[in-house]
């Protein structure tokens, strides 16, 4: 059965520093995509960045990237020079060939700024 | 609109009664998914359609629970005799569809079920 773990329940950093959430999965798929979304306190899911188990450079959107480590199984978000506008919960997703597209979801990671 | 719309957003009701979600995909997407996000639980899928059709509904957690979409375009989930462990935000997303694994799911702004 695929699994995502997040460890970290709560996570601040100082605005302007990079933050690393972690992320870490489990699936005997070959082909499966990896997808993080942020939701702030307004609830809405929105789409960060977007890793493919066959690509070969991490991805990067901005001032997010994808720190993936195929053999080790994680797919750690890396957000640099945090603003106050990242404070939101952030999750990370699977999804497999094998199962119609329906993402698996990890518990998320809440993540505070501060001034 | 731009972006995957729901309605209500918010749904208060009592214990017993059905209850009707309504989901508005992206133009264009011919995937559609609902989740459902509750403390206890986190998110989980509950159905998936491509087109009109429901090729997986493996997550809906009774029959209670059922889901529609026509046109290729609307979804609505409705839940009958509603239960207080029904509360929760469901959520929508819709994808383009036929790109496999890759395909990025967008998701609305959720309705949030409260049931006394």
């Known amino acids: 059965a695929q699994k995502i773990t997040q460890t970290q329940p709560g996570m601040f950093v100082q605005e302007k520093e990079a933050v690393t959430l972690d992320c870490t999965y489990d699936t005997s798929d070959q082909s499966y995509g990896l997808f993080w979304y942020k939701q702030p306190s307004s609830g809405e899911m929105i789409f960060l960045i977007y890793?493919?188990?066959?690509?070969?450079q991490n991805a990067t959107e901005g001032r997010y990237s994808l720190n993936f480590q195929k053999a080790r199984k994680s797919a750690n978000l890396v957000i640099s020079a945090s603003q106050l506008g990242d404070s939101a919960m952030y999750f990370c997703a699977m999804s497999s060939s094998g199962g119609y597209n329906k993402l698996i979801f990890g518990a998320g990671t809440r993540l505070a700024v501060h001034p | 609109g731009a972006g995957v719309s729901q309605s209500p957003s918010n749904k208060v009701t009592e214990k017993g009664k059905d209850v009707e979600l309504r989901c508005d995909p992206i133009s264009g997407h011919t995937a559609l998914y609902w989740y459902r996000q509750s403390l206890g639980q986190g998110l989980e899928f509950l159905i998936y359609?491509?087109?009109?059709?429901?090729?997986?509904k493996s997550g809906l957690p009774s029959d209670r629970f059922s889901a529609e979409r026509t046109g290729g375009s609307v979804s609505t989930l409705t839940i009958q005799r509603t239960q207080q462990e029904d509360s929760a935000v469901y959520l929508c997303?819709?994808?383009?569809?036929?790109?496999?694994?890759?395909?990025?799911?967008?998701f609305g702004p959720g309705t949030r079920l409260t049931v006394l």
């Open positions: 997303a819709s994808s383009l569809g036929g790109r496999g694994f890759t395909d990025t799911q967008y």
């Open positions: 359609f491509q087109g009109n059709s429901a090729p997986d």
């Open positions: 890793q493919g188990s066959y690509d070969e």
